[in-house]
Each structure stands twice: as structure tokens, then as C-alpha cells.
């Protein structure tokens, strides 16, 4: 069995721009445009780091303002109308006692399985008002590698499909290619019979 290196330098030689007379001009198109979709897959690199680091600093803005954010201890009131986010939830009407002593009330989302009475805990901003829960390290890189990835997977996925489009036009313009010089070997060598 032939090694994994000996078939790639086997493809990479059939793919040489050089002056072999059996190399067909749609082998040097195909060849090209796969130099090219790889040239414009390493430039993608750029961007997606851009964006990736992009993400990145957008979570550690959301993390630093995060100590500004602090948990307290709510009861829930009531049930007031339909959330729009996630499935079984609704925003509830909740109250709490702010750091001055004083009652406040005020609306988060929560599982529609959660009773009136029960005690649950919920974030508040700087304000005193309810907020979404701060972000945490682990997020902010998560969020930033999917952004840079995910930013690779469609560079890829766009240079591939223009990849086997211009491998299946190509095949045509052989398929055609071979069957006119069938045609003329056949005219070439069919002799006819003599009487």
C-alpha cells in the first residue's frame, strides 16, 4: 500500500503547470482555481481574527460591567403576559427589598413552572433594576473562537461550492472534449470495405 505522502506528491505532480502536451488547458483552469481559493482562504484568516477579536472585547466590556451587577434574593408575585424568548417562559412580576430597605417590584423572565410565593434569585444593574446575568471568562472566549470559526466555516464553504461548480462545468467541457476526439480517431481509423 502506497503512503499518504507518496499520493500527495503523485497529485501534486499531475497538477504542474508545465509544458507535458497530455496536461489540458481545463487542468490548468482547475489548478489555478484551486491555488486561488486557497490564497483567498488564508486571507480570510484576517477577518475572522478581526471579528473574532472583535467578539472578545465586546465580552470583556459585558465582564467589566459585571461588578456594577449584583444578585439578590426575590419573591415572585405574579404572572403578568407572554415572553418573547425561549420556549416556557413568561415574564414574571417579582419583589425584592433594595439596599436602602425599601420594596421594589419589577419584571423577569422566568420558567412558567415557577409558583407566586417562590423565593428565587435575579440580577440587578447599577440602577436597581433586573438585567441579564453578567458574563463570565469562559463565555467571552467561547463566543470569540465560535465567531472566528464560524467565520472560516463560510469562507470554506464558499470557495468549496464554487470549487465543485467549476469542477462540474469543467468535467462537461472534457466530456465534450473527448467525445470530438473520439469522434475524429474514429473517422480516422474506420476504414472502409473493400468489395
Keep these: 500500500m502506497r503512503s499518504f505522502g507518496y499520493r500527495i506528491r503523485c497529485r501534486l505532480r499531475l497538477r504542474r503547470f508545465d509544458g507535458n502536451p497530455l496536461r489540458r488547458r481545463s487542468d490548468r483552469i482547475e489548478t489555478a482555481a484551486v491555488l486561488m481559493s486557497l490564497l483567498l482562504f488564508a486571507a480570510g484568516l484576517w477577518p ?4 473574532g477579536r472583535q467578539a472578545y472585547e465586546d465580552g470583556l466590556r459585558a465582564e467589566l ?12 408575585v405574579d404572572t403578568v403576559r407572554p415572553a418573547q424568548p425561549g420556549l416556557g417562559e413568561r415574564a414574571r412580576t417579582v419583589r425584592w427589598t433594595a439596599a436602602n430597605g425599601t420594596p421594589r417590584t419589577g419584571q423577569v423572565v422566568l420558567p412558567t413552572a415557577v409558583p407566586v410565593g417562590l423565593r428565587t434569585e435575579i440580577w440587578l444593574d ?17 463566543v470569540a473562537a465560535l465567531t472566528a470559526i464560524g467565520v472560516m ?4 464553504m464558499i470557495l468549496l461550492l464554487f470549487l465543485v461548480g467549476l469542477r462540474l462545468l469543467l468535467n462537461r467541457y472534457r466530456y465534450a472534449e473527448w467525445e470530438r476526439a473520439w469522434s475524429l480517431a474514429d473517422q480516422r481509423w474506420h476504414r472502409p470495405k473493400q468489395g
Design 48 to 51: 475572522a481574527a478581526g471579528l
Design 65 to 76: 460591567a459585571a461588578p456594577h451587577r449584583r444578585l439578590v434574593a426575590a419573591e415572585v
Design 126 to 142: 447599577a440602577a436597581g433594576t433586573p438585567t441579564d446575568p453578567p458574563h463570565s471568562r469562559l463565555e467571552t472566549v467561547t
Design 153 to 156: 466555516v463560510w469562507i470554506a
